[in-house]
Each structure stands twice: as structure tokens, then as C-alpha cells.
């Protein structure tokens, strides 16, 4: 949380992932999962202090890499993601499901097979 005078100017919300499995190689990353600059305090710096002291912590942490998802349509927050040194990886798809709910089971099993 980044604050001034008792204002909160902006937040981050982390998650550290740690990945053992045999299958794939040991690997810890912080998952950041909400960031968000009071309107008064943006372009100011506030959103990119966070970010820095995320990669701080990160390192403290042993991670070897930051992650996160932005929306699509979030230009700004695209442009201060790259210019902070991220860079896409993957597109993230979802299916909203409201239309199939109340659908009975046509006697399919689970997978819809």
C-alpha cells in the first residue's frame, strides 16, 4: 500500500506461487492480482513504485519471475505494465456460462460425452 498523509494513493494485492512438482522444474513467482491508483495520484509515479517494490519483495522472496493479467481494453494499464518492463506471454480466454445454467443433463456424463 502506497500512502501519503493518511491517503491511501494506491494498492497491490501479491500471491507467491510455488511450483513443485516432478514434472516441471521447482519455480516460485509472485502473482499479482489487483493493483489500483487513486484517480487524484495517477501518472504521478505511484503505480510504478508499487511495481518496483513488488520486484523488491519478489527477490527477497526467491521468485524468478512477476505475472499478472490485465484487461484487453485497459489500455493505460497495458502501457504502464510494458513500460515497466512486462511483456505479453499468453491471451486468456473466458466462456461466460450464465446461458446454460437451468439447462438439464441430456444424459451425457460430466465431460459431455
Known amino acids: 500500500m502506497a500512502k501519503v498523509n493518511g491517503d ?3 494498492y ?3 500471491q507467491t506461487i510455488d511450483i513443485h512438482l516432478s514434472m516441471v522444474t521447482k519455480k516460485t513467482y509472485i502473482y499479482i492480482n489487483d493493483l ?3 484517480g487524484q495520484y495517477r501518472n504521478k509515479g505511484v503505480a510504478s513504485f508499487l511495481l518496483k517494490h ?3 519483495v519478489a527477490l ?3 521468485a524468478t519471475k512477476i505475472e499478472l493479467a490485465v484487461h484487453i481494453f485497459s489500455e493505460n494499464a497495458i502501457r504502464l505494465y510494458r513500460k515497466n518492463g512486462y511483456k505479453n506471454r499468453t ?3 473466458e466462456k461466460e456460462l450464465g446461458q446454460l445454467i ?3 443433463n441430456r444424459g451425457t ?3 459431455g460425452f
Open 8 to 10: 491511501i494513493m494506491g
Open 91 to 93: 491471451i486468456r480466454m
Open 60 to 62: 527477497e522472496m526467491g
Open 109 to 111: 456424463d460430466r465431460n
Open 102 to 104: 437451468g439447462v438439464k
Open 36 to 38: 489500483a491508483v487513486s
Open 54 to 56: 513488488i520486484e523488491e
Open 12 to 14: 497491490a494485492f501479491i
